[in-house]
């Protein structure tokens, strides 16, 4: 069993920064694939970022130029850098992976990030 522990959500001023972090167990870190999903109150879950073993990264349009993924592998753990934070950024924030050769799928309980104006 997987488990992945994000951290760093809070409350910010639009315009601010966050970076979210998600820690993983597990052997197989470098190999999988690692991602950011969202969910905002009354909106479906969103895929923000992903991030291939190769390092490769896609973004939702809503975010790109704003919000950078990144992995640190001897660390077991993914980031999200956010900048320029806006109100609608204000979501639960996810990690996920596609976890080792099997792809198996893992989900964290989640960080609240609120973007106040």
């Known amino acids: 069993q997987v488990q992945l522990v994000e951290s760093g959500g809070g409350l910010v001023q639009v315009g601010g920064s966050l970076r979210l972090s998600c820690a993983a167990s597990?052997?197989?870190?470098?190999?999988?694939?690692m991602a950011w999903y969202r969910q905002a109150p009354g909106k479906q879950r969103e895929l923000v970022a992903t991030?291939?073993?190769?390092?490769?990264?896609n973004y939702a349009d809503s975010v790109k130029g704003r919000f950078t993924i990144s992995r640190d592998n001897a660390k077991n753990t993914v980031y999200l850098q956010m900048n320029s934070l806006k109100p609608e950024d204000t979501a639960v924030y996810y990690c996920n992976t596609e976890w080792g050769i099997a792809r198996r799928k893992y989900w964290g309980q989640g960080t609240q990030v609120t973007v106040s104006s």
């Open positions: 991030i291939t073993s190769g390092r490769s990264t």
């Open positions: 597990g052997s197989s870190f470098s190999i999988s694939i």
